[in-house]
């Protein structure tokens, strides 16, 4: 059975607790005539998982696509096969009219681009967890930006309202360093947006009015009827193209020759615009990030902590699941046999910090706050023999959490901030 290199799938275990011992002495009663109720507060935690889950996914797992939302130009990963869409990165920006938009992905440097306006070009630096100012559009005119795809290393774009294709070649720092465009059509274009099919040369448009494709190397356009029309459009990596509708927040599977789109599901938010999801498999050497939400559902303020761990898995064939694994020094007596998986705080996790183990979130969480958690996982280069070819690695993490009041954290924990 032919298998990606690697999978890794996150799995939290979540621990929560009151605390109790001495710290409850501490609560007092009252010798008033009317009764005095008191009612101990609750140390409870969730940890929800807005991992960038399709860094390491099975094709099996998932199918992944990125969104931009809306004015907020918050960044999700939604997984068309289970229907659950996570946020990746909190934008603080402010944007206007119909941006962010024009969503593409380089999967090969891990930068998630967008249209901030009619202008400029951003994006999304997974490695740095931050935003990158990739410079200003060449076209001319006021046209906005609203359709793009990415695809043989080039940020492709069409203005709103021309046939123009722009194909953006971009510099090592994925800057913009050149433009060039063609005339698909002597039409005015409203999107929507595009996707292209790089191998074959056939961009796959739906516009607010119909669904078309272009070959960009006989330069054939070709209308398709309305549809496929007014859809965001994103490769699966099943091979099938989706759209969504943005108003209606609804998700279908589009049939990329004629835009024939059949309903799946109605999901919980509106995109400007889709990206195909990321890279599906990991090699050695490789470093990829993958984040958690831990919110304070209690009513006290707390301090958290996780500690995470990770286990090797195989797929059984005859089980039909994967079960444990782990190397045998027998069949490779040459091999690395410490942990070949590494990971770290990811860049911008100023507010968490690492000591005995465990991740602690240096800042009090109040009742409903949420605190991200970003991490780089990493495969070792010649430590990894080809032995972990098509195995799984499964990285948990246990979540817990203790009052902030009458030093719970050093007592029970031995750890206070900074220290």
Known sequence: MNRKLLVVTLTIALAAALIGGTTMAWFTDSSSSNPVEFTAGTVLIEAGSSSITSQYFDPAD???????????????EVDIQNQTENKIYANTNSYSGFYPNALAFDDANDRLYFAANRNKLWYYDFSANQLVDAGAFTHTGNSDV???????????YVPNGTGNL????????????????????TSSLSFGD????????IIYGSTTSFYFTYDTGTGEFTRHGSAGKGMQLAWGHDGNLYGHNTNAREWFSVEPAGGAKTFLFTGERSYNDLATGSKSYWNPGDCSWAKFNVKNVGTKNSYVRVELSGYWTEYDDAAGKWVPWAINPAEFPDS??????????????????QAGGYYYYNKVLAPNETAELGLEICLLGPETCNAYQGKRFVMTGTFDAIQTT??????????SPGN
């Open 62 to 76: 998932g199918v992944f696509v990125y969104g931009v939302a809306g004015g907020t130009g918050d960044l999700y």
């Open 146 to 156: 609203y359709a793009a795809t990415f695809g043989g290393g080039y940020y492709w």
């Open 166 to 185: 722009y194909q953006v070649s971009l510099d090592s720092n994925g800057l913009i360093e050149s433009s060039t465009f063609t005339e698909m059509t």
């Open 194 to 201: 595009v996707e292209i099919d790089y191998a074959n040369g």
């Open 336 to 353: 690395y046999q410490g942990d070949v998986v590494t990971f770290q705080l990811s860049n911008g996790m100023g507010n968490w910090e």
């Open 406 to 415: 009458h030093g719970a954290r050093q007592e029970v924990w031995g750890w």
